[in-house]
């Protein structure tokens, strides 16, 4: 087994491709799909998207300093796929894709009601990375699809069918493979935590 050394690009997969929705005064809501995006602070709580300014919406996020991220699932691929290869400067993605608008709580674009989670942002900072240009933004609001509450009001995101990115292809999520802090965790603990049986041990000590 050897490493080939590859230019240095970006390889950094699996990631969540998600609809971003954005508009502006005097124009009507758009969608674009976003894989470089991310969290990167907890308290407060930020997130990043990064956007080529040739993009009909980067205009739409810079002026109005607000977008909602609407997180994607197995039912959305082919609208993750749409919006990222059609220009709201020629197309209604939401009409094309027969997606839902809600209205948000703190920003002005509408969120996708089809999506299980909604995170509404305000930009804090633009940094002009290169052919990207990164929104730092704060989160604002959020908002969770009741379907996927248990009676306890804990939130199964899991079970939504979460799509993921990675390579030039989308994914659905496999196996669960483990919960946070799992391979730490007392064997009793974890049973009673809702068993192990099928959870992934360390090949290396079988
Ligand atoms: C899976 C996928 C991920 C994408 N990720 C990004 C991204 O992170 N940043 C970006 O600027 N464009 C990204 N794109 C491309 C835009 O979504 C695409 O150019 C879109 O048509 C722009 O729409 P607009 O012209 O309506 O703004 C992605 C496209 C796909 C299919």
């Not at 796929?81 to 920003?107: I, Q």
């Not at 989160?139 to 030039?168: C, I, M, P, Q, R």
Request: glycine fraction near 6%.
């Amino acid at each position: 087994m050897a490493k080939i050394n590859f230019k240095p690009g970006n390889m950094l997969y699996p990631l969540p491709a998600v609809l971003v929705s954005c508009c502006d005064t005097g124009t009507s809501p758009n969608l674009l799909t976003v894989a470089w995006t991310g969290t990167v602070c907890t308290n407060p709580p930020m997130v990043s998207i990064s956007v080529r300014p040739e993009r009909y919406s980067y205009s739409l996020i810079k002026n109005s300093g607000e977008f909602v991220v609407n997180l994607t699932t197995k039912d959305l691929a082919f609208a993750v796929d749409y919006c990222g290869v059609r220009s709201g400067r020629d197309v209604n993605k939401w009409e094309k894709c027969h997606l839902t608008m809600v209205p948000a709580d703190t920003v002005s674009c509408p969120m996708v009601a089809e999506s299980p989670v909604n995170i509404e942002c305000h930009v804090t900072e633009i940094k002009e990375l290169g052919s990207h240009h990164m929104f730092l933004a704060e989160v604002t609001a959020v908002h969770v699809d009741d379907t996927y509450l248990d009676e306890k009001n804990s939130f199964h995101l899991n079970d939504s069918g979460l799509l993921a990115y990675s390579h030039g292809t989308y994914f659905t999520l496999g196996d669960a493979l483990g919960t946070f802090g799992y391979s730490v965790q007392k064997e009793k603990k974890r049973k009673k935590a809702g068993g192990d049986k099928n959870y992934h041990k360390n090949p290396r000590h079988n």
